[in-house]
C-alpha cells in the first residue's frame, strides 16, 4: 500500500511528465520521482523527446547515491529492452533502487516488462498507483498506441445558430493554449506544423503540404510523421471529412454566450455535436462557451 509521502510524489511525477508533451512522440510523456531511503525526494525528472534520456534515468542522474536503497515513483512502467536508450529497469537495478510505484503498465513491452524484471531482482514492485490520475497525461499516447494513429482534435468556432465561422479572438486563443500539448497543428488551409516549434528533434518529421484529401491517407500521412496527437483548426475540408468518417477524437466547439431570454427562432437549429459524442469539458471565456466532447 502506497504511503502518502509516495503517493504525493506520483501526483508530482504525474504533474511534471506533462512538460514534456507536444514533444516526445512517438515516445510517451513520462515523468519519475526518487525518494531515499528515509522518504524524502532527492531527484526528479522526465523525457524530454526521443533519443534522450528517459524520465528514470534523470532522476536517478539528479539523486546521485542518495538513490540506494531508496524509492523510484514513475508514472509508467520501466522500459525493459535496449533501443536508442539503455533500459530503464536495468538503470534502477544499478542504482540499487529498493522499491517502484509504477502509475501505468507499458502496452509496448517485449516480453516479460520491466515490472517484472524488477521482481525477480528482488525489488518491491507497486503497480497501478493513481493509474487514472496518470493518465491525465499518458492516456493519449495510450490511445493513439490502440488505435493505431494520432488522436485527432478539432476546434471549431460557431455563430450563435451553431454554424461554424472562421475563428475569433477566442478561437485563436484556445488553439494556442492547446497547441503545446500536440505534435502537429494543422491550419485551414491545410498546413503543418509542430504544436511546439522544433521540439520532436530528428526522430521526427512535418509532412510536407498539401495533405491528402481524403480522411484514411491524410491521417496516414500524419501517423508515419511518428505524431500521437493532432490539433486541427475548423473549419476546413479535412476536418469536415475526419468528423463525417467519425474519426475525429475529441470536437471543441467555441459558441457565442446566449441571451438569458432566447427565441426558438435564434436558437442553435441542429445539435452542436454529433451522435456518438460525450461532453467532457465546459468553461467559459470572455464572451464564448468552450465546450469539448469525447467520440464514444
Known amino acids: ?20 508533451l507536444g514533444a516526445t512522440s512517438p515516445n510517451p510523456a513520462v515523468g519519475c520521482v526518487i525518494l531515499d531511503a528515509s522518504g524524502h525526494t532527492v531527484g526528479e525528472g522526465y523525457h524530454l523527446r526521443k533519443g534522450t534520456a528517459h524520465a ?16 523510484a515513483v514513475v508514472t509508467l512502467e520501466p522500459c525493459n529492452h535496449d533501443g536508442l536508450t539503455p533500459a530503464c529497469h536495468q538503470a534502477l537495478l544499478d542504482a540499487k533502487i529498493a522499491r517502484v ?22 525489488v518491491d514492485v507497486e503497480t497501478h498507483v493513481l493509474e487514472e490520475e496518470a493518465l491525465a497525461v499518458l492516456g493519449p499516447w495510450r490511445a493513439s498506441l490502440s488505435y493505431q494513429r494520432p488522436l485527432l482534435h478539432l476546434v471549431i468556432q460557431t455563430d450563435v445558430t451553431g454554424k461554424p465561422i472562421a475563428p475569433g479572438a477566442e478561437a485563436l486563443a484556445e488553439i494556442e493554449r492547446q497547441r503545446h500539448v500536440h505534435d502537429l497543428v494543422i491550419s485551414i488551409d491545410g498546413s503543418a506544423e509542430e504544436g511546439r516549434a522544433d521540439s520532436h528533434g530528428s526522430a521526427f518529421s ?24 493532432v490539433l486541427l483548426v475548423g473549419p476546413s475540408n479535412l476536418g469536415e471529412r475526419l468528423l463525417n468518417a467519425r474519426m475525429v477524437d475529441r470536437l471543441t466547439l467555441l459558441h457565442p454566450v446566449p441571451e438569458p431570454s432566447q427565441a426558438v427562432a435564434t436558437a442553435a437549429a441542429a445539435p452542436l455535436f454529433p ?22
Open 206 to 229: 512535418v509532412p510536407a503540404r498539401p495533405l491528402p484529401d481524403g480522411p484514411v491517407g491524410a491521417v496516414v500521412a500524419l501517423t508515419e510523421a511518428g505524431a500521437r496527437t
Open 1 to 20: 500500500m502506497p504511503t502518502s509521502v509516495e503517493l504525493a510524489a506520483m501526483r508530482r511525477a504525474i504533474i511534471i511528465s506533462a512538460s514534456g
Open 56 to 71: 528514470e534515468v534523470n532522476a536517478l542522474a539528479a539523486a546521485g547515491i542518495q538513490a540506494e536503497g531508496g524509492t
Open 101 to 122: 510505484l509504477i502509475a501505468v503498465m507499458d502496452p509496448t513491452s517485449r516480453g516479460e516488462g520491466g515490472a517484472a524484471r524488477l521482481r525477480q531482482a528482488g
Open 275 to 296: 451522435a456518438g459524442y460525450v461532453l467532457s469539458r465546459i468553461t467559459r471565456a470572455s464572451g464564448q462557451l468552450v465546450a469539448s466532447a469525447e467520440r464514444r
